[in-house]
């Protein structure tokens, strides 16, 4: 096999064959993470796309930071703008489950760190469950002032709303706020 992939084609189950460099494996398919040619070495059963443009898709333990770009109870998705603390223009997505529909891990526009764990029906699936991950920067959704974390929720010291968060331990200490400006 000899032949010029898309990011996420298939390349093969991973029952039969390993992924090298610029794959990623779904569960049960491997696939490309970029575009170029790919290559199956049949001694060691490994396959690889060579020459490929650089798309940069996140790999299960890769730690990303990006923009929340849609909100739902159940979900964030979230625009990476770093991966693992390079800056990132692929313009990919991954998605956040929120188990506990009640509570608000992150809102629109905020700055979240999040750890990427599998990819799943063509969907890149993140973790906020960690100490370090979550919410990096946010503002006042009332009044847009700077607000301060408590230990599960932000507050403004302006006008004094309160609203549940994922509060990452990083949290302000990153140079990531630009990214809300
Ligand atoms: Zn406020």
């Known amino acids: 096999m000899n032949d010029f992939v898309m990011p996420g084609e298939k390349l093969g189950f991973i029952e039969e064959i390993e992924g090298g460099s610029n794959t990623f494996d779904d569960g049960d398919t491997i696939r490309a993470s970029s575009a170029g040619i790919a290559e199956v070495d049949k001694k060691t059963k490994i396959v690889q796309v060579r ?3 650089q798309l ?21 998705a979230v625009a990476i703008h770093y991966l693992n603390g390079k800056p990132n223009s692929s313009g990919v997505e991954c998605i956040c489950q929120n188990p506990d529909r009640k509570r608000i891990i992150a ?33 006042c959704n009332v009044c847009a002032g700077n607000v301060v974390p408590m230990r ?11 609203e549940d968060r994922k509060i990452s331990t990083n949290y302000e200490k990153a140079d990531f706020i630009k990214l809300r400006e």
């Open 56 to 76: 940069s898709i996140p790999k299960k333990g890769d730690i990303v930071i990006g923009t929340v770009a849609m909100m739902l109870p159940s979900m964030i």
């Open 107 to 139: 809102r629109m526009n905020d700055v979240v760190a999040l750890k990427i764990e599998t990819h799943l029906n063509g969907a890149i699936h993140a973790t906020i469950d960690e100490p370090e991950l979550g919410v990096l920067f946010t503002k």
């Open 152 to 162: 599960d929720r932000i507050k403004c010291p302006n006008c004094g709303f309160m």
């Open 51 to 53: 020459n490929g443009r």
